[in-house]
Structure formats: C-alpha cells, structure tokens
C-alpha cells in the first residue's frame, strides 16, 4: 500500500462521518480511508434530494454510458449562478462541459489534435523536454532538496503544450501558475467567492489565448492555434469563443494532469525501487507501471453528472436535476473488479482504471498524456538514480484535480 494511504485522518470512522470528512483539507489530503468507510453503505450511496455518490466500478461505466447522466453544462451552471463567474463561463464552451449536439461538434472539430499521429510526432518534443529539465536539476543541484513539482513534473509538460501552441518560453510558467488556479472551480464550491482564484487563473488564460488567436490570424504558423484558426475561419463549426475556450481546455488538461501524473509515478517508483528501475529498461514494464498508477492514484477522483431525468439507478431513485458524483478513484479499487485493490500489483491481468473515463466524454488526450509520463520518468529516473524523496510529498487542497503542491526529492547525483 503506498505510504501515503496509510495516513489514516482518524482513529475510527463511520461512513456518514466520512463523507462530510472527504472534502475538509485532510479528507482531500488523504481520501482512500475515507473512500474504505464509505463503501461499507455500498457502491451508490443517496446523499438526500441534491444528490447520490457512486462508488462502484460497474456502477459508474453504467452511469458514464447512460446518455441520461448529463455533463454539467452551461444551462445547469446558468441555474446555479456560477456562469457569471470567468471561470464557468469559459468551462461551458468546451466540450468537456457541453452535451449533445454541441458535444459531438466540437469533438469533430478538434479530434485530429489528439490523434495517434499526431500524439507520435510529439514524442521528440517530450523526450528533448525531459532531457532540458533533467539537465537543469542537474546543474540546480547543491546535494540540498529540490521541488520535483516546480522544477519538473510542472515543466515537461508546459514545455510541450508550449512548443505545440507557439507560446514564447517567457510566458509559459505565468500561465501555468494560472491552468493550476482554474482547475480549483472544479471542487465543490460552498460560497460563490471561493471561485475567485480560479476566475483570476481564466482571466489570464482567456486574455492569452484570445491574443495569441488573434496574432496567428494576422501571421500564421505551423502551430496549433495557426491550425485551429484556419480551421474555424474555413467553416465556423465552432464560434470564436469555443475556439478560445478550446485552447484554454487544452492547455489546462495538458498540463495539469499530466503534471500530477508524472509526480504520482515518481512517487510510486520511489516506493517500489525494484519496479522503478524496472520501468527505466522494459518497455511493457513502464506500461504496466503507468496503468497501475492511473489505477491506484489517479489525478482527477471524481465526476460529475446531471440526471436529465428521474432515474432508477442500482435500486436507487436519481432525481431528475439532481448530481452524481462518480468517484473514479473510488472505483479503480472496487474489491469487486480488482484483487487485493490497495496493493500495487503490475501483474494485474485486465487493468482497465476509469481514470481517462468512459463513454462519449472518454479524454481525448489518454494517449498523449500517458506517452509524456512514459517519456518523461524514465529519463528522470535514469539520470538519477539515487532520487530519494526528502519529505513526504504535499499535496495541494484539491480532490477533483489531485496532485502534489510540492515533492522535495534529493537527486543524490
Ligand atoms: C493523466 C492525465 C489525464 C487524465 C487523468 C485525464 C482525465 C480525463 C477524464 C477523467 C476525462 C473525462 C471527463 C468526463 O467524462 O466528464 C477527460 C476528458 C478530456 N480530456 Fe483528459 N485527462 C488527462 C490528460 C489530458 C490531456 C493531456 C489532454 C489534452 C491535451 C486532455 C484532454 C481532454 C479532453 C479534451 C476531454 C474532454 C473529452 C470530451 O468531453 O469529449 N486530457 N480527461
């Protein structure tokens, strides 16, 4: 069991306990005894008239395929208030938070950015990422602690999704403190003005993007945006905003969550050093590697679905209007589906974790994210490896968009 799960947040927990417990800090801090207690009520738990929390692998494929559990989109986030902030009103406009029709255009729209082609000719970019960053924590290095987050796992990706967009070294660490303050509209939010970092994080993001569509439709590239424009401009499948929006989406799930991976990978390998230096020299290893950590400690825990309709779900009633949160981590250990489900076993045979999804919102970016952690630790951990975390890693104050805030590691180099 990673040791991090270890860290119970108290001595004996009931269920209803546990559940007002998993989003205060230490809940969102360390929610896998949490997610053990609450599955004593079983994998769908009603919450009451507002809501129902699924825990269940099958429970939640079903629910992630039901065309009836919609995305929260922007007439449900209208009815909420919360489209008046930046935040949600650029979330509405993307495909992640859009329901059918509007869904399946703009997936057509962009689709061909995520293909297996596409995701191919990246892997240069990565590997010369990673190989940039390794050699700067080599030359950083006094024998001291380093912030692997700030100095790595942060960096490869922004590095790629920088070189991919055309945006100008000099910005991109500015936007990234940005894609970071967005993805915290995500948790469940108790006062409207708890949103004012993310709306802050939009801001700057939507101010960028807008200009750096602007500046490519004056003066073309062979970068994305340059694509994109040329696309839009040819045949208006999405409006101007969406195309913003669009970037903006791709630069926070390009980078976010593949930060988070990369530092939920090293911590895995540093705890099971054996498999760690295995992943580094067989390529069907690092596969394995890299599924059982998506498995085990996913960087985004829950989902969230509108009833479009009163639904009998399980045995359970889902009001119509009501939410479903889906807890992927939840989920990726249901004793049910997964032997011994806190071990972390790379012999697992059918190792399919909902961490990228399911159904029509499947993440259109599976395949890059996972070819940059598969690019990018291995070369971490060769060029170092007498890596050793110096403390235990802290997390940020987020369960939707997991990940550490801070990971200081020696290189021992
Ligand atoms: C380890 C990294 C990643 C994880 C764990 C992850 C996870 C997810 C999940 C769970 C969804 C489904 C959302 C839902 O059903 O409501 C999703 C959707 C999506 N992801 Fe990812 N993602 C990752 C990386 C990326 C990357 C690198 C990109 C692109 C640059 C990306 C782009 C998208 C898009 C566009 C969608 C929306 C698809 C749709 O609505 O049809 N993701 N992702």
């Given at each position: 069991m990673p040791a991090t799960d270890q860290q119970v947040t108290g001595p004996v927990m009931g269920p209803a306990e546990a559940l007002s417990e998993l989003f205060t800090p230490a809940g969102k801090h360390h929610p896998y005894p949490l997610?053990?207690?609450?599955?004593?009520?079983?994998?769908?738990?009603?919450?009451?008239?507002?809501?129902?929390?699924?825990?269940?692998?099958?429970?939640?494929?079903?629910a992630?395929?039901?065309?009836?559990?919609?995305?929260?989109?922007?007439?449900?986030?209208?009815?909420?208030?919360?489209?008046?902030?930046?935040?949600?009103?650029?979330?509405?406009?993307?495909?992640?938070?859009?329901?059918?029709?509007d869904h399946e255009r703009m997936r057509r729209f962009?689709?061909?950015?995520?293909?297996?082609?596409?995701?191919?000719?990246?892997?240069?970019?990565?590997?010369?990422?990673?190989?940039?960053?390794?050699d700067r924590l080599a030359a950083l290095d006094d024998g001291g602690p380093l912030d692997l987050v700030e100095a790595f796992a942060t960096r490869v990706p922004m590095t790629v999704t920088g070189e991919l967009l055309g945006i100008p070294e000099a910005d991109r660490m500015g936007?990234?403190?940005?894609?970071?303050?967005?993805?915290?509209?995500?948790?469940?939010?108790?006062?409207?003005?708890?949103?004012?970092p993310a709306d802050a994080?939009?801001?700057?993001?939507?101010?960028?993007?807008?200009?750096?569509?602007?500046?490519?439709?004056?003066?073309?590239g062979d970068d994305l945006v340059s694509a994109m424009v040329r696309d839009r401009d040819a045949d208006g499948a999405v409006t101007e905003e969406e195309l913003v929006a669009g970037l903006v989406m791709f630069v926070i799930a390009g980078v976010q969550s593949p930060s988070d991976m990369i530092g939920n990978t090293v911590r895995l390998a540093l705890e099971h050093p054996a498999e760690g230096r295995g992943m580094t020299?067989?390529?069907?290893?690092?596969?394995?590697?890299?599924?059982?950590?998506?498995?085990?400690?996913?960087?985004?825990?829950?989902?969230?679905?509108?009833?479009?309709?009163?639904?009998?779900?399980?045995?359970?009633r889902v009001a119509a209007g009501s939410r479903a949160l889906l807890v992927l981590?939840?989920?990726?250990?249901?004793?049910?589906?997964?032997?011994?489900?806190?071990?972390?076993?790379?012999a697992r045979k059918d190792n399919r974790p909902l961490s990228f999804g399911l159904g029509p919102h499947y993440c259109l970016g599976a395949a890059f994210a996972r070819m940059q952690v598969e690019v990018a630790v291995p070369v971490l951990l060769r060029r170092f490896p007498r890596l050793a975390l110096a403390a235990p890693p802290a997390y940020r104050d987020q369960l939707v968009t997991r990940g550490f805030a801070r990971m200081d590691v020696t290189l021992g180099s």
């Open positions: 997610y053990d207690a609450l599955w004593e009520l079983g994998p769908v738990i009603p919450l009451g008239p507002s809501g129902t929390l699924v825990l269940g692998y099958d429970e939640i494929c079903t992630l395929r039901d065309p009836r559990f919609l995305v929260t989109d922007a007439a449900v986030h209208r009815s909420t208030g919360m489209i008046d902030h930046s935040s949600w009103q650029c979330f509405t406009k993307i495909m992640m938070f859009s329901n059918s029709p962009s689709g061909w950015a995520y293909s297996p082609r596409q995701v191919a000719e990246r892997r240069d970019l990565a590997v010369k990422a990673a190989e940039r960053w390794t936007l990234r403190t940005a894609v970071t303050a967005t993805t915290t509209a995500f948790e469940p939010v108790f006062d409207p003005r708890e949103l004012a994080g939009m801001d700057v993001l939507v101010d960028y993007l807008g200009g750096l569509v602007r500046e490519r439709r004056r003066r073309p020299t067989d390529d069907d290893l690092l596969a394995a590697f890299v599924t059982e950590t998506l498995r085990i400690d996913p960087p985004n825990h829950v989902l969230t679905r509108a009833a479009d309709t009163d639904i009998d779900f399980y045995g359970h981590a939840a989920a990726n250990r249901d004793r049910r589906r997964f032997t011994d489900p806190a071990t972390f076993d790379l």
